[in-house]
């Protein structure tokens, strides 16, 4: 939110700038420094003025009307003179607002707008301590999915998560909803018997009868990260300080699944430093979750789509563990400095695998991704926005969840990976350990990070390096490294045999050996000349479209469409109905439009599936689809 740095360093840098970043910033002087105020574009709080710094919820969970019910209090902090304390609402309805729990006060809003949600002002005294605002969600609110029974695993009980990231945390408590100001909170909830209440903060590991639960986060945190599940959930733990919760019937494959993750924190802890949030937990929510994961501190939210028996998919629980240094200590101050988060959390993930797995292994995740990176790279140069290319993205007036691309993710950890090779390992490592520990509880923009790796990394280190290009110019810079993965190599020779081959045997792949990433080179190597009659005799020996390991059977689909095999089978039928997870329903959908046949298909699935989709995924696939806009739904 506010940064204050020497004056020398903003003048020896401000050439570095183009104009629009310098547009981006507020100066004023401050003394012997120079106070840079951020501007957050996708939040109307005024954090800078007059800020939250604990926040305490006080809710009950309604179930049978589908809305969160209670008051927030805002423990609140005076930076000047103003007297107008402004939070972010999106779809809330405000019951009403009091100073210090004994004057009541009106309130105004702002105009509505349809992905920011309105302004929300509040009139304060300078001795106001605490605004206490009563309210209620509506049921269409974006952060939650409450589902019935029946979709969940155990059939009995209904089931509530939340998404925050990145601008929803709005949707259910009006907040200053900006990753610029971090606050602590705490949380009293009612949820009805028989349920579990988990947070992003203390948790029990059993049910109260009654179903009361309280919840404390001391640490620091922007808002996106508060999050909440409450359903039928149990416990097991892992290690002393790790544990998992899903329902009954996914807990004990969910604990084999994620039986390394104490180890993973080991070495996460050996490259940069403790874990400093004490316990850390996962949950397993139902398979609507929209996301692979989600780093809420202390707790991470994880699709049951990872659960693939072999633990073959766990590389996500090392990406969300990251988010605990990159994203959780160290976070982006803007949704425009995403890559901050992702790049750094994308490269670390990177090298946890690559501690406990070997380099052989972190090369082939990698390149896969990187497969990701060309592929979506392309798409962004010829598509409405070639500007997202950039890592510093100006997202102003679009939805914050437009930089969730490769671009943020690959690119951003390409960048590091360039850089290291560039500076070596040891000296990089250095480097970062102590950005995280020097920024640790803080936000940060590219700008400030750009001049912290001139001054503490590349500068001392004598080293040369194209910053301003990777970070403010489009596409891929070609001193981008390259990685080196063997084993793909040879996987590639076996898909290219896959034309016109007589028997699967020929391939000479051995099953047993190939492991599931092999499989996921493999699928998306297949040559575009094979024939419906190669990819049945692919499926008849590799059953590629029962497998159950959710990455392969996802790859398949896209490409048995693309290739006529099949529009659809019962299998991605079932697959398209009960998983909502954005990342597989999307190039499905999207490969199925592509013929007359597949969007008939398309339409009629998404006809009964879109009921069991959340509000984010629902939001990719009608536009893919037309939904709205078509009269005929
Ligand atoms: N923080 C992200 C998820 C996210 C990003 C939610 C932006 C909303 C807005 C999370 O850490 C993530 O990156 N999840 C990935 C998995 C990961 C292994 C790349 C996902 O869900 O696919
Ligand atoms: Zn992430």
């Known amino acids: 939110m506010k940064h204050f740095l020497p004056v020398v360093i903003l003048f020896l840098f401000a050439s570095c700038k183009d104009d629009r970043h310098e547009e981006e910033r507020t100066i004023t002087n401050h003394e012997q420094t120079e106070e840079v105020e951020v501007v957050d574009a996708h939040s109307y709080a005024n954090p800078t003025e007059v800020r939250t710094q604990h926040l305490h919820l006080n809710i009950a969970i309604d179930f049978e009307k589908q809305i969160i019910k209670g008051k927030v209090e ?85 089931y509530l998560f939340t998404q925050g990231q990145a601008i929803l945390t709005r949707t259910w408590i009006p907040c200053q909803d900006t990753p610029g100001n971090r606050i602590s909170y705490s949380a009293d909830l009612k949820v009805p018997p028989h349920l579990m209440a988990v947070m992003s903060a203390t948790n029990v590991t059993s049910k109260h009868k009654a179903g009361n639960y309280h919840f404390e986060m001391d640490k620091r945190i922007p808002t996106y990260l508060i999050a909440l599940a409450v359903g039928d959930i149990h416990f097991q733990g892992l290690s002393d300080r790790t544990g998992v919760y899903a329902e009954r019937e996914m807990l004990s494959a969910s604990a084999y699944e994620f039986e390394q993750v104490e180890e993973m924190i080991l070495a996460a802890e050996e490259l940069y430093g403790a874990y400093r949030w004490g316990r850390y937990d996962m949950i397993v929510l139902p398979p609507s979750f ?96 070639p500007e997202d290319s950039k890592l510093k993205l100006d997202l102003a007036g679009r939805d914050p969840d437009d930089g969730m691309t490769a671009i943020a993710y690959v690119k951003g950890a390409l960048f590091l990976k360039t850089i290291e090779a560039a500076v070596g390992r040891e000296k990089f490592d250095v480097f970062v350990d102590q950005y995280f520990n020097e920024h640790a509880f803080q936000t940060i923009t590219t700008e400030d990070f750009i001049i912290y790796l001139e001054e503490e990394l590349l500068v001392p280190n004598e080293v040369n390096f194209n910053v301003d290009e990777w970070v403010y110019e489009k596409g891929i810079p070609n001193n981008a490294i390259k990685i080196e993965s063997s084993r793909f190599d040879e996987v590639e020779l076996k898909s290219s045999k896959i034309k016109g081959m007589k028997s699967v045997e020929e391939l000479g792949i051995d099953p047993e050996k190939f492991t599931t990433h092999e499989w996921i080179h493999f699928i998306r190597n297949i040559p575009e000349t094979a024939t419906p009659e190669e990819f049945a005799m692919l499926d008849s020996v590799y059953n590629f479209t029962n497998c159950g390991n959710a990455e392969v059977m996802a790859v398949w689909y896209v490409k048995s469409i693309e290739h006529n095999y099949t529009y659809i089978n019962e299998s991605m039928r079932l697959f398209l109905t009960e998983v909502g997870r954005r990342k597989f329903l999307e190039p499905i959908y999207e490969e199925l439009v592509k013929s007359e046949e597949g969007l008939v298909v398309a339409r009629d699935i998404y006809a009964s599936a879109r009921a069991n989709y959340h509000s984010i995924s629902v939001g990719t696939i009608d536009e893919i689809l037309n939904w709205q806009k078509n009269s005929l739904n």
Do not use: C
């Open 290 to 385: 929209p996301y692979g994961g989600m780093e809420n501190p202390k707790l991470t939210f994880a699709t049951p789509t990872i659960i693939a028996g072999d633990r073959s998919l766990v590389s996500l629980i090392a990406h969300e563990l990251a988010h605990s240094w990159s994203g959780n200590l160290v976070t982006n101050a803007t949704w425009d400095d995403f890559w901050l988060n992702e790049g750094f959390t994308v490269y670390f993930e990177n090298r946890i695998m690559e501690k406990i797995y070997g380099i052989d292994y972190a090369n082939m995740l990698f390149s896969i991704e990187y497969d990701d990176l060309i592929k979506e790279n392309e798409e962004i140069l010829n598509g409405e926005h």
């Open 74 to 158: 805002h423990s609140i902090e005076h930076l000047n003179e103003s007297r107008n304390f402004i939070v972010d609402i999106h779809d809330l309805k405000i019951d009403s607002v009091f100073l210090d729990d004994s004057i009541k006060v009106d309130w105004e809003l702002g105009n509505f707008d349809s992905i920011m949600g309105q302004a929300m002002h509040i009139p304060v005294l300078p001795e106001t301590k605490i605004v206490t605002i009563h309210y209620e969600t509506s049921p269409n609110s974006k952060a939650l999915q409450w589902l019935t029974p029946q979709q969940t695993a155990g059939k009995k009980f209904p």
